[in-house]
């Protein structure tokens, strides 16, 4: 055996069968989908699918649905995940079977201090602590609301008026980034951070570094998911621990300090959960009897709320901008729907906002074109058969809503910005499971009509002041990032010209 270098037999061996572990265990999951007669990109060992057709995983979902129509399956490092686009398996699963098989999104691992906040919740939990915060987001209490908005969109106004010049490049994440983030503090806890004059102060980058997954701990969970309940007993967690660690103090200290009766006129979500905290947690009851929140589901949902919202509202109102720089003509009709809806840059009116019929054109096809969240999921709790197709029990069910917008069956000139989509002659005509930027069913985004009220308030108020143009600096076409929710590989940079400067037709005055 002098041919073998080094080792004995015996060792080779040993090496030789733990390589062959090594490789059987890189491919184990792999067959599920040919066994299902499903198609799909072929997997590289322990690494799936990633980056096969795209390195940006919904425009792979876009190259996907091109190549395999509307249903295939990919896999997440080992677990195999099926992507579904057909809009009637979408009105199954996330709507009629949300409550017996699609209740609970992935179990997400290690999501420490906030594995009880609503979106992370499961089952029983999950439906009483969404039951318990459902009524802060009724249409009553957004208006409620309205005027801590309504003094955060002045903010912004007068922040851009006072820092931009006519004609300014704008990086426009700096100034609706701090708005978004504001709104999201004040509504939650009634902090207000004034991010819009500081920046960098800690709520916005707190609550910017709590999307800073760890991409390292999580190849390494998706590749040897048997490392998981170790990590677990060491207290890792796939979130900064020292932004959840932020959000706990700061959450603590505001509540601590509002335990009078006064308080519970107070109208913040805070608030709202606290009026409903239960004494009885700690009593031995099953889940089905249950009522309220505890300590510290309360903590869990206020920072999620800045989580949900703060990102999500900056990032369609950045787009938004975008679009209507990309679009003068779309631009224009929306000036002149404000300027009629609150002439002479009247002080905006809940109601009138409402109402605009062209607002609401424009946001939705600006949600179809970049929606903040690009992908939607929930896992089978049992083995079920939708439209003949058999998703397994425990099963992950990915839905691509941004190649679903782009679909050129459902959505014709699929890459062109026309607001006129959802007129209303035209909305009538489109299936509801098309168009999906807030999700669909009891578990779509809690936070949609509040979001709505946040993202239109600020267009508004400042498309009153400016208008949005293209400069050298705006990257067109925009190249797309790999981040949590959608972005640009690079901030999106836009000139602003003050609208006193702006005549009838949209065009510069004074221009050369
Ligand atoms: C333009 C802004 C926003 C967009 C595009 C958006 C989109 C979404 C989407 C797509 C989902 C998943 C829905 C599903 O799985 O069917 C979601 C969930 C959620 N969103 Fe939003 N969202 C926005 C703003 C907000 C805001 C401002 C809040 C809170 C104030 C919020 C709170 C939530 C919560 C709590 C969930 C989880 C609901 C549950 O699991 O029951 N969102 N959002």
Redesign the pocket.
Known sequence: MGFLPFFSLETWTLLITCFCLFVTYGYWSYGVFEKLGIPGPKPVMYWGTFGRLNKVYYLADVACAQKYGRVWGLYEFRTPVMAVMDPDMLKTI?VKECFTYFTN?RNLPLSGDLSDG??LAENDQ?RRI?NTLSPFFSSGHIKEMFGIMKHHSKKLTLSLRSKVQDGDTVTMKDFFGPYSVDV?GSCAFSVDMDSINNPTGPLITHASNLFNISKLLVIAIGCFPFVLPLLDLLGVSIFPKSSTAYFKTLLEKVKGERNDVLNQKLGDFLQHMMNYQSTKMHEPMNEKQRNGLTEHEILSQAT??VF??YE??AS?LVFLAYNLATNPEVMQRLLREIDSTFPNKAPVQYEALMKMEYLDSVVKES?RLY???TR?ERTARETVKINGITIPKEMMVMIPVFALHRDPELWPEPEAFKPDRFSKENKQNINPYTYL?????P??????R??LV??KLALVEVLQNFVFSVCEETEIPLQMAATTFISTARPIKLKLVTRSNVSENGEKKNEE
């Open positions: 996330l999104r609503v979106s999950w969404r999201m999620l709320f949900a919202g999500t509202s369609a949600l929606p903040s969240a939607l930027p807030f999700g669909a069913g578990r779509n985004c809690l936070g949609m509040f979001a946040v993202v």
